[in-house]
């Protein structure tokens, strides 16, 4: 048995995913190998990450501020707003350099089996987002059935608020992760987006 200290700090690591004990146990032993002033550093980054990011008052991506980079930046185009479920999608999208448009952050995607409802998604902002006349409204909610099912029922919800409302173009692979896309591909779908009747 570990002293109890190295034992917690085991429990910790385990707690990430995709770790298991044994990978929780390696984890706990390499960061002991740190130098004092780089476990400092490591400790200060992981609280700064959790004090001081939160997310955008407009449109839930992560940033240091009230609101975000995207949302602040003038030279974008405020009357396009590409919907994806996760922070790391808007990261996706904008390493292609292709997209000149704003964001909205779902924070995850409706599943009834996993209990989570439209009022548990960051939605409702983005139907008071969609009042102020909007040109586009991409939906771009990975191709699973979680993601087809949260399209729908945004094209639905947004529908006579919003000029035109696009679904990304079935270049990715059905049950595929928008993160995991290659930049090409990612191109290809928001290119090839068709509009939703
Ligand atoms: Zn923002």
């Given at each position: 048995m570990y002293p109890k200290i190295l034992q917690e700090l085991i429990e910790h690591l385990r707690k990430?995913?995709?770790?298991?004990?044994?990978t929780a146990e390696r984890y706990a032993f390499s960061l002991l190998?740190?130098?004092?002033?780089?476990v400092m550093q490591l400790a200060r980054a992981l609280g700064?990450?959790?004090?001081?990011?939160?997310p955008c008052k407009t449109c839930g991506n992560i940033s240091e501020k009230d609101e975000?980079?995207?949302?602040?930046?003038?030279?974008?185009n405020h009357q396009l707003i590409c919907v994806v479920q996760?922070?790391?999608?808007?990261?996706?999208?904008?390493?292609?350099?292709?997209?000149?448009?704003?964001y909205h952050v779902l924070n995850g995607v409706i599943s009834t089996s996993k209990g989570i409802m439209p009022e548990d998604?960051?939605?409702?902002?983005?139907?008071?987002?969609?009042?102020?006349?909007?040109?586009?409204?991409?939906?771009?909610?990975n191709p699973t059935i979680e993601g087809e099912m949260t399209s729908l029922y945004l094209a639905k919800?947004?529908?006579?608020?919003v000029k035109k409302i696009t679904r990304l173009a079935h270049g990715l692979p059905m049950?595929?992760?928008?993160?995991?896309?290659?930049?090409?591909?990612?191109?290809?779908?928001?290119?090839?987006r068709r509009e939703i009747e």
């Open positions: 990430l995913p995709g770790v298991g004990a044994k190998n740190l130098s004092e002033t780089e700064d990450a959790k004090l001081k990011l939160h975000c980079d995207i949302c602040l930046d003038k030279s974008r996760d922070v790391k999608d808007v990261v996706a999208i904008e390493r292609t350099k292709q997209y000149h448009g704003v998604l960051n939605i409702h902002s983005l139907i008071k987002r969609a009042e102020s006349e909007l040109d586009e409204v991409i939906l771009a909610t919800r947004l529908e006579k608020k049950g595929a992760h928008m993160d995991y896309a290659d930049e090409l591909t990612l191109i290809k779908a928001m290119e090839g």
